[in-house]
């Protein structure tokens, strides 16, 4: 939003110093900005620009060495409007006239999205891991993850129950190795994978 910049009780008392031109394409804010002593704004805008430009409350008190923003609505227009924004201080002691111009909003970018090209193509799919490259990650995970002692521990449990199966020659010991066997292998690929 832009602003319309003025001065108050700059130079003397109830001095008003504005620009001599502002111009709009919306909605915008009058900052009255006072220097001294709290005073006193009347805004006034000319038949032209009435009908096109408004504000709340045309009398503003502003406190010393403040600022105070007032905003004004503009309504949609189709050509631009001139006119005058008549700023009075001092009940009428000093008056100060800004030509203003309020022109049609820009043209709006249409609703269309541009879609790069690369966009229409469906993604490509990164090549398929091999085996090896998958043993290998899930030997570095377990390295990483502290896992080597836990791993050699489950192999030497392993061997020593495949040895006493073999040694006893009994189903009941080697089905229990059987059973240790499939959930140590299990637990071990839930913790590398």
Do not use: C
């Not at 909605?27 to 032209?48: C, I, K, Y």
């Not at 490509?124 to 899930?138: F, G, I, K, L, Y």
């Amino acid at each position: 939003m832009s602003t319309l910049s003025v001065e108050l009780n700059g130079d003397a008392v109830h001095s008003i110093r504005a620009p001599d031109r502002f111009e709009t394409t919306g909605p915008f804010a009058v900052a009255l900005e006072n220097e001294g002593r709290s005073t006193h704004v009347h805004l006034h805008f000319d038949d032209d620009l009435d009908r096109v430009v408004s504000v709340a409350e045309t009398n503003h008190f502003v406190d010393d060495e403040a600022t105070k923003h007032v905003h004004v609505s503009v309504a949609d227009v189709a050509e631009p409007v001139r006119g005058k924004l008549k700023i009075v201080t001092g009940y009428g002691s000093e008056t100060r006239y800004v030509d203003l111009r309020v022109d049609p909003p820009e043209d709006a970018a249409p609703d269309e999205v541009a879609v790069d090209e690369a966009f229409t193509k469906p993604p490509e799919r990164p090549p398929e891991v091999s085996s090896s490259q998958r043993a290998a990650t899930a030997a570095d995970r377990l390295i990483e993850r502290g896992g080597v002692p836990a791993a050699i521990t489950g192999v030497l449990a392993l061997a020593a129950g495949i040895a006493i199966a073999l040694a006893l020659d009994s189903a009941v010991v080697s089905a229990v190795v059987a059973v240790v066997l499939t959930v140590s292998v299990g637990v071990a690929l839930l913790a590398v994978w």
